[in-house]
């Protein structure tokens, strides 16, 4: 099979796989839900392995930089190919005897929830120094940006209260008449690409989609 058949084969399954989940979503009942089923159940045994390949390039890449014994790198990849060997071997035991082990337990317990915490509280100082550049008063824009970070800061702080009353009120304001608009303006700015660009794809004007076939 030529190069250009192979690329209009990817273009043609995954125009008419789209079709019918479309059509199974916004038509109740039609006879190609069943399709859609399938194509659902396809769509996980694919997502499966592709998460198990992302797993075997993430050895192979972990595996180099222990081996070449990368600078600032390679303790870290170690460590990572620890505890994927014990949460790969306790989670296999877990799902062949239906009993927890407890390592497996500790591990998302005291070792992955702690970290995902640094991790959020880490976070929040580059919010907090992100915010600390926005809000400078350089010009008119940046001035009223100020402010009304300010205002909302203070109605969320319960010290905000305490110092005025008005407090509450107004950031209450800032964000039911200027914030929750902005998002809404941002969310239906997003769907409209998303559906652009799924046009796009379908038509096979987006490349990239389809991993490397051109």
Do not use: C
């Not at 069943?34 to 390949?53: C, E, F, N, S, T």
């Not at 972990?62 to 014994?69: G, L």
């Not at 203070?154 to 304001?173: D, M, Q």
């Amino acid at each position: 099979m030529s190069e250009t058949y192979k690329r209009e084969l990817v273009f043609v399954v995954a125009g008419i796989a789209a079709i019918i989940a479309m059509l199974s979503y916004f038509f109740i009942g039609i006879s190609a839900t069943g399709v859609a089923d399938q194509i659902y159940k396809w769509a996980l045994i694919i997502q499966l392995m592709a998460i198990g390949l992302g797993a075997i390039n993430m050895i192979q890449f972990h595996y180099k930089n222990i081996q070449r014994r990368t600078k600032g790198l390679w303790y870290n990849s170690l460590w990572f190919m620890i505890f994927f060997v014990i949460l790969m071997i306790t989670g296999l035991i877990y799902i062949a005897s239906g009993t927890q082990p407890y390592i497996y337990n500790w591990s998302f317990t005291y070792i992955y929830t702690s970290l995902s915490s640094t991790l959020y509280a880490i976070t929040g100082f580059y919010i907090f120094s992100a915010a600390y550049r926005a809000f400078r008063a350089r010009n008119i824009d940046a001035t009223l940006l100020l402010v009304a970070g300010v205002f909302v800061m203070l109605a969320n702080a319960p010290i905000g209260e305490v110092i005025w009353s008005g407090f509450p009120t107004i950031g209450n304001w800032l964000n039911n008449s200027g914030q929750i608009p902005a998002m809404r303006t941002f969310v239906i700015t997003g769907a409209l690409g998303v559906l652009a660009f799924g046009f796009r794809a379908l038509l096979g004007k987006e490349k990239g989609f389809y991993a490397g076939v051109e």
